[in-house]
């Protein structure tokens, strides 16, 4: 399964708007329901972070972190991941465990066989 971007700033108001939210100290989710039935994210990697060496690897480890877990993700979501300064202190195998606790959480993450997740 594969998702799609987010590039609109009208998409991302949207969601920062009227989308229901997760925290947790490496990443803030924001996520509601879309009528395309696909997966669509957006990244926000701000200043605060640092320079466009440590942003570009905060989206980097998102990304990574995502690919990991799509096979779980329900279909039908629009997704902005608000990355935070804590990020680039962990790997992506912990940013993958926080999105399977906020996902789970929401409602949004669809346990299935790992054996048969290949």
Not at 10 to 35: D, M
Not at 52 to 79: K, Q, S, T, W
Request: net charge positive; glycine share 6%.
């Amino acid at each position: 399964m594969t998702f799609e971007t987010l590039k609109l700033n009208k998409e991302f108001r949207r969601l920062y708007g009227r989308g229901n939210c997760e925290v947790s100290p490496y990443v803030v989710t924001y996520f509601l329901k879309n009528k395309s039935g696909k997966i669509r994210i957006g990244i926000t990697t701000g200043k605060k972070l640092g320079n466009a060496v440590c942003r570009n690897r905060a989206r980097r480890l998102i990304v990574a972190a995502l690919r990991e877990n799509l096979a779980h993700i329900m279909p039908g979501y629009d997704f902005v991941f608000v990355a935070r300064t804590r990020i680039l202190s962990v790997k992506s195998t912990v940013i993958a465990e926080t999105f399977k606790k906020q996902l789970t959480t929401a409602g949004i993450w669809n346990d299935i066989d790992e054996e048969n997740s290949d």
